[in-house]
């Protein structure tokens, strides 16, 4: 079947699916269709993320990180951070190899970085290490995950369902459909949308993804933006806070449910703002929602050649960086046209391969290549 025509968002775009109204839907609703009574999952289990049984999180053995992060916890009552930390070094090294630094996370979890993915996934069934010093080992997911979403999928199909039809370039490890919190009548409940997360095991989102023959375009996913109902601060949630209550109306040390200021009157304990301390309008917020998009936004080729996108020289030294650039796709892609075209010049007596004339080819197969990817 030919490629789907991608339509852009607009405001003239009407409310629903767009696909309902075309007359070749009929293999995706022949798929609702198919599922017999007596298959369909209840519908308090049929939008749980499905989640592939078997997976386990590992570094691939051809690289492509900087540097390979395992994170380290204690199993007992003393917190790892809380132990002497030459000690520490000493016993990491002696029980696991290619242990390159220590980060010290946070009281209770250190960071070991590898020089080698070996090394690093090693670490994890180190089983003799991890035992006699009672501890557990994870890499964590952003090392070696990302997730996308994709639009405009039939609400009838559960998450179990997407994952057995749809096929992509890179391994896919869950599916999870985006719902909707609906109050009504004091009851709450979920109502499902038409948007679905999928999380793959490689650390660049593919282009599309098949879903019985329909093609889907792949959006970066962008996290909400943690913000503690109890604290009011950012970056956690008020599960595992252990801070003191504030108001989110007038930011004292009360609930908002004993706050006698009416919402109107509010100030913001975050930019002093005339709006509650959660609200969307809050420049904080705001702020905080960029940098989440700033953190998944796609990388362009001009973004991966772009100097200041490398890591500082003290961490690693330029022949290192390009040996890293060049296990991308990406830069392969870049040097194999400008190879072909240099080989096709010289062939044809059109020019020689010279110093200038490599560079020339080269910054005109990047610009080039920049210019389709935009268009």
């Given amino acids: 079947m030919g490629r789907v025509k991608k339509r852009k968002k607009s405001g003239t775009d009407p409310p629903g699916d767009p696909l309902e109204d075309d007359a070749d839907t009929g293999s995706l609703r022949s798929m609702q269709s198919a599922t017999s009574d007596a298959e369909k999952e209840k519908d308090t289990d049929k939008y749980l993320e499905y989640r592939v049984s078997d997976y386990t999180r590992s570094y691939p053995e051809s690289g492509g990180n900087y540097e390979y992060i395992v994170f380290i916890e204690s199993q007992n009552q003393v917190p790892i951070g809380d132990r002497d930390m030459m000690s520490l070094a000493t016993n990491f090294k002696r029980y696991n190899k290619g242990v390159k630094q220590l980060i010290r996370i946070n009281r209770h979890k250190v960071g070991v970085i590898f020089e080698r993915p070996t090394f690093a996934n090693a670490a994890l069934i180190n089983k003799k290490f991890l ?84 093609r889907f375009e792949v959006r970066p996913y962008i996290p909400p933006v943690k913000q503690c109902l109890q604290c009011l601060r950012y970056g956690h949630i008020a599960k595992f806070c252990k801070n003191s209550i504030r108001c989110s109306i007038c930011g004292k040390d009360h609930s908002y449910k004993e706050c006698t200021i009416a919402p109107t009157e509010a100030t913001c304990c975050q930019c002093k703002g005339n709006h509650i301390a959660i609200s969307a309008e809050c420049p904080v917020k705001k702020a905080k929602i960029e940098e989440n998009k700033n953190k998944v936004q796609k990388r362009s080729y001009a973004d991966v050649l772009n100097e200041k996108s490398f890591p500082p020289l003290n961490n690693k030294n330029p022949a290192e960086q390009l040996k890293f650039l060049i296990q991308t796709d990406q830069i392969q892609n870049i040097l194999i046209q400008t190879l072909l075209t240099l080989i096709s010049q010289n062939r044809n007596k059109e020019s020689s391969i010279t110093n200038e004339n490599i560079k020339k080819v080269l910054l005109a197969t990047i610009q080039s290549d920049n210019n389709i990817k935009q268009s």
């Fill in 131 to 214: 035992d006699n010093f009672k501890l557990k080992a994870s890499i964590p997911a952003s090392a070696t995950e990302i997730t996308g979403v994709i639009q405009h999928v039939p609400i009838d199909l559960s998450n179990e369902q997407i994952y057995s039809a749809i096929s992509s370039s890179k391994n896919i490890i869950s599916v999870k459909r985006f719902t909707r919190r609906i109050i009504k009548e004091n009851k709450v409940t979920f109502e499902p949308m038409k948007t679905v997360s999928i999380t793959f095991s490689c650390v660049s989102l593919p282009d599309s993804v098949d879903l019985n023959s329909w």
